[in-house]
């Protein structure tokens, strides 16, 4: 009897252990999946503003909303959200299961974020719908190889922005590097998501451009964090 009751209670021990790690881990879940539609809520109103005053003149409203999307970068990064595009340069160098995890998790807050904002907008500012509907339709008028290249070097660019903030606590990479990937064409995925929403375009069509344009984003992140690893340690070789 004693033993069976020893035993009942090392049973109840474990299940209490075992709960407080399930709630844990879910808590931890949480957090960064809220993460992840913080940072999509800031890219929404980034491309908001954009939409905005490129919608009041194609070039001088283009340049100033360029310049206003890289505010939505500067507070991601200062308060450490988590965006995609922002994080996906640094995880081959810090792999493992639980950052995976969290990149993937905050790509889905970036997602349910980016598009719940875009549709709300689109119906609550009916100005952003009418600029964003011709800047996704042209978007799927590309080849895929433009659009892949193109979110390549918005990868490169965002990589730069996020790293130069990291090791030289430095905004001027923000301020020069966002408005130079959306002057110069480039794609990025998660603010294309937004777009998208915001345009009320959902297709299988839409759907394959931002897989295509999240592979390049990612592809471009890790090509100067991947050349320079293999530079060094070619050189420590030698």
């Given at each position: 009897?004693?033993?069976?009751?020893?035993?009942?209670?090392?049973?109840?021990?474990?299940?209490?252990?075992?709960?407080?790690?399930?709630?844990s881990?879910?808590?931890?879940?949480?957090?960064?999946?809220?993460?992840?539609?913080?940072?999509?809520?800031?890219?929404?109103?980034?491309?908001?503003?954009?939409?905005?005053?490129?919608?009041?003149?194609?070039?001088?409203?283009?340049?100033?909303?360029?310049?206003?999307?890289?505010?939505?970068?500067l507070?991601?990064?200062?308060?450490?959200?988590?965006?995609?595009?922002?994080?996906?340069?640094?995880?081959p160098?810090?792999?493992?299961?639980?950052?995976?995890?969290?990149?993937?998790?905050?790509?889905?807050?970036?997602?349910?974020?980016?598009?719940?904002?875009?549709?709300?907008?689109?119906?609550?500012?009916?100005?952003?719908?009418?600029?964003?509907?011709p800047?996704?339709?042209?978007?799927?008028?590309?080849?895929?190889?433009?659009?892949?290249?193109?979110?390549?070097?918005?990868?490169?660019?965002?990589?730069?922005?996020?790293?130069?903030?990291?090791q030289?606590?430095?905004?001027?990479?923000?301020?020069?590097?966002?408005?130079v990937?959306?002057?110069?064409?480039?794609e990025?995925?998660?603010?294309?998501?937004?777009?998208?929403?915001?345009?009320r375009?959902?297709?299988?069509?839409?759907?394959?451009?931002?897989?295509?344009?999240?592979?390049?984003n990612?592809?471009?992140?890790?090509?100067?964090?991947?050349?320079?690893?293999?530079?060094?340690?070619?050189?420590?070789?030698?």
């Amino acid at each position: 009897m004693y033993a069976t009751i020893k035993f009942s209670s090392l049973d109840i021990f474990n299940d209490i252990v075992y709960n407080e790690r399930t709630f844990s881990l879910r808590r931890t879940h949480m957090k960064k999946l809220t993460s992840g539609v913080s940072a999509g809520t800031l890219i929404a109103i980034g491309g908001s503003v954009y939409l905005s005053l490129a919608d009041l003149d194609p070039v001088i409203g283009k340049i100033f909303g360029a310049i206003m999307f890289s505010v939505a970068l500067l507070c991601i990064c200062f308060k450490g959200f988590s965006l995609y595009t922002g994080r996906i340069g640094f995880l081959p160098w810090n792999f493992s299961k639980e950052s995976l995890s969290d990149l993937l998790l905050g790509l889905l807050g970036n997602v349910l974020s980016t598009a719940a904002f875009g549709l709300a907008l689109s119906y609550a500012v009916p100005a952003l719908y009418a600029a964003a509907v011709p800047i996704c339709e042209a978007k799927l008028t590309q080849p895929w190889w433009s659009a892949l290249f193109r979110a390549f070097m918005c990868g490169v660019l965002m990589y730069l922005a996020v790293s130069v903030y990291k090791q030289n606590k430095s905004t001027l990479g923000i301020f020069f590097c966002i408005p130079v990937f959306i002057l110069s064409g480039f794609e990025h995925s998660i603010a294309n998501m937004f777009y998208f929403a915001a345009a009320r375009i959902a297709s299988w069509q839409s759907f394959g451009y931002i897989m295509l344009v999240i592979l390049g984003n990612s592809l471009g992140s890790m090509f100067l964090p991947f050349i320079n690893f293999t530079s060094k340690t070619g050189t420590q070789s030698q």
